[in-house]
């Protein structure tokens, strides 16, 4: 187990920014998770449970414990994949398809470590993961106990979980247990996927070409951390009732919209960004990017301060011109 003080976090945040915490604890095993959430009932100080640092942006240094889950592995039974709440979450898409394990592939590419999917829920092209998870593995950090945990008792929508809301800092988890089809089902009818096959004349694709696929397609329009500091999608896309997209489609034919029921559409934050004149620009060290307006990037010596203020910039001109106010996807600290 890592326990260390004074610990700089640039390694753990995509967006790179170099803040602080006192003190850094890191577990490898389920027995380390236990001996970590007793120090942290024992030490009485605030902590946060941080995952790959994908989906976090720091303002300041943290006057308290970061929590960090380090443990590996998987283990395949039947159609069911264990895997350890430290690894890296396309590394599981990887193994999962070279094992004949499908339902995973529209989630290629996406950063961060297994134990934020569940957290998260993360989503993709069609398919949230919601979808393949079928227990959380956990330790209680009040009691120690382990704790096994049902996709349904999750309570997971679209980037909510009881992990983030009424569950938050409850439990350090150690692994997810995710239950995949034995039999390939592509899912293409979701963003730009069917015309990127046919630029490359393939129409029926494999679990393996529809993964690169979409590897392709997010490379494109997501830039690389290690060359420009983001957090991928930086905003939610919000749901809006049907009488709400209704007026705002008669105002802007040909806005682009997912239907999530007969009372509901979803409409593309990064579509309504980019109508307000982001793309591309900045304030200050902080930008949009220039393919992709749903992403804030750091442009050199950014700090979480700079881009907040970027961030409340866009929401305001959002919430001005469309009547909705989009929120961070991101875990602001």
């Known amino acids: 187990m890592k326990d260390l003080r004074d610990y700089s976090l640039l390694a753990h945040n995509t967006f790179g920014i170099d803040a602080k915490c006192s003190r850094f604890l890191e577990y490898e095993n389920t027995q380390e998770a236990q001996q970590v959430a007793q120090l942290l009932r024992e030490s009485g100080q605030p902590y946060v449970i941080i995952g790959g640092g ?4 720091l303002t300041r240094d943290f006057p308290g414990i970061v929590v960090h ?3 590996k592995g998987w283990d395949i039974a039947g159609c069911r994949m264990a895997c350890g709440s430290g690894e890296t979450w396309d590394d599981i898409v990887d193994v999962s398809l070279r094992n004949g394990l499908y339902g995973a592939e529209n989630l ?6 297994v134990g934020a999917s569940a957290v998260q829920n993360i989503g993709a092209y069609g398919v949230e993961v919601k979808d ?4 959380v593995h956990a330790v209680e950090i009040a009691t120690g106990r382990l704790c096994l945990i049902s996709c349904e008792d999750c309570q997971y929508g679209y980037r909510q979980s009881r992990f983030k809301n009424d569950w938050k800092n409850r439990f350090l988890i150690t692994m997810v247990v995710y239950e995949f089809e034995p039999v390939f089902q592509p899912r293409l009818d979701y963003g730009n996927i069917r015309s990127e096959l046919e630029r490359q004349g393939i129409s029926q694709p494999t679990a393996q070409q529809l993964r690169q696929v979409i590897i392709d397609i997010r490379r494109t329009k997501l830039p690389d951390p290690q060359e420009l500091g983001n957090a991928g999608s930086f905003f939610m896309n919000p749901v809006v009732p049907r009488q709400q997209y209704d007026t705002l ?3 802007y034919p040909g806005m682009p919209h997912y239907t999530v029921d007969e009372d509901h559409e979803k409409i593309p934050a990064g579509w309504m960004i980019d109508q307000c004149g982001w793309k591309g620009r900045s304030l200050g060290p902080a930008g949009v990017h220039d393919r992709q307006a749903l992403v804030l990037v750091n442009r050199g010596g950014a700090t979480g301060t700079d881009v907040v203020r970027l961030c409340q910039a866009i929401q305001h001109d959002v919430q001005q011109r469309f009547g909705i106010l989009i929120h961070p996807e991101v875990n602001i600290i």
Do not use: R, T, V
């Open 54 to 57: 994908s989906n976090l942006l």
């Open 108 to 113: 290629s590419l996406i950063p961060g470590d």
């Open 132 to 135: 393949l998870i079928a227990e």
């Open 69 to 71: 889950s380090a443990m």
């Open 249 to 251: 489609a008669a105002q």
